[in-house]
């Protein structure tokens, strides 16, 4: 990859959300909170499933701007807000685009979206170092 320009739009990710990867990555984040693991817990808070919590979302973003700059680049910081929940069954597209460049490094606004909204906007800023 050459180094981003401002406007460069990212691959498009469709991310199947599956219990498996909720479990995971909640209990990888040492997230034991049950709503992310007893489907039956989940629902007595009123939502249908158990859900994906902020840490695991989080590390679907670097993937996602990790796989697109390759080593080239190291992710420097990363904002995230979270919206519309991840339930088990759905699907997450991730989309980004490079928002800017300066110097260096690069920032990246990142958008998942699931059949109910915006799961997270995120903004992602990579350092290039010498990489140019």
Request: hydrophobic share 45%.
């Amino acid at each position: 990859m050459t180094f981003p320009a401002a406007g460069q739009t990212l691959p498009e990710l469709a991310l199947p959300i599956t219990a498996g990867a909720i479990v995971a990555g909640a209990i990888a984040t040492n997230d034991f909170e049950n709503v992310h693991h007893d489907k039956a817990a989940a629902q007595a808070t009123g939502v249908p499933d158990i859900f994906m919590n902020i840490l695991t979302t989080n590390g679907f973003v670097q993937r996602y701007v990790s796989d697109w700059c390759g080593t080239q680049a190291r992710i420097a910081g990363i904002a995230i807000r979270l919206g519309a929940p991840n339930f088990v069954g759905d699907t997450m597209t991730l989309t980004g685009e490079v928002a800017s460049v300066e110097g260096d490094r690069a920032t990246v606004s990142v958008r998942g979206r699931n059949s109910i909204g915006d799961h997270v906007t995120a903004t992602v800023t990579l350092d290039y170092g010498s990489a140019r």
